[in-house]
């Protein structure tokens, strides 16, 4: 049996869903009462990805408020992923991840990396374009899903999908060093 224990973080502005997205994986809940996150909150979730391969993500939610940002900076280092989440029924909230993808690859560094179009759900709703946050994606070096929360669209498979790309990168700088 082979284990892995990883640090996702997710980031993007208030009001995306990053809470209810964790809460959707983690607890395969939803709820409509919207709370701001203040600082940071963290929840763990233990997966079995076949039958040799099992892992411990620590996802950690942080606060999208302007005030948090010096602080949040701190919680990048050391992440293993990264999941950076807008709202499609929100244009400025895809804009606006440039700065949280500069912030966090400076931290982080060059870690796996999803963008989430959050509230899929609400098509009736959509204001951007799937091709344009594929295009957002793909600079960002990105995997692209678009989810939904409210009725778990795609979460379980994005997380998944990332904890494979973590190990990959695991075992790629494992490797490395090994062949020193």
Known sequence: ????????????????????????????????????????????????????????????????????????????????????????????????????????TDKAGGVPLMLFGNKVDLEEKRAVKRETAAQKAEQFNATYYETSALNGTNVQEAFTQLALQIIAHIDARRSKITNR
């Not at 709370?35 to 996802?59: C, H, P």
């Open 1 to 104: 049996m082979v284990m892995y224990s990883c640090k996702v973080i997710l980031l993007g502005q208030g009001g995306v869903g990053k809470t209810s997205v964790i809460r959707r994986f983690v607890e395969q809940a939803f709820s409509h009462d919207y709370k701001t996150t203040v600082g940071s909150n963290f929840l763990l979730k233990r997966l079995q990805l076949d039958a040799e391969t099992r892992m411990t993500m620590q996802i950690w939610d942080l606060s999208g408020q302007d005030s948090f940002r010096n602080i949040r900076t701190q919680y990048f280092l050391h992440s293993h992923g990264g999941i950076m989440v807008y709202d499609l029924t929100r244009p400025e909230t895809l804009n606006k991840l440039d700065k949280w993808h500069t912030d966090f």
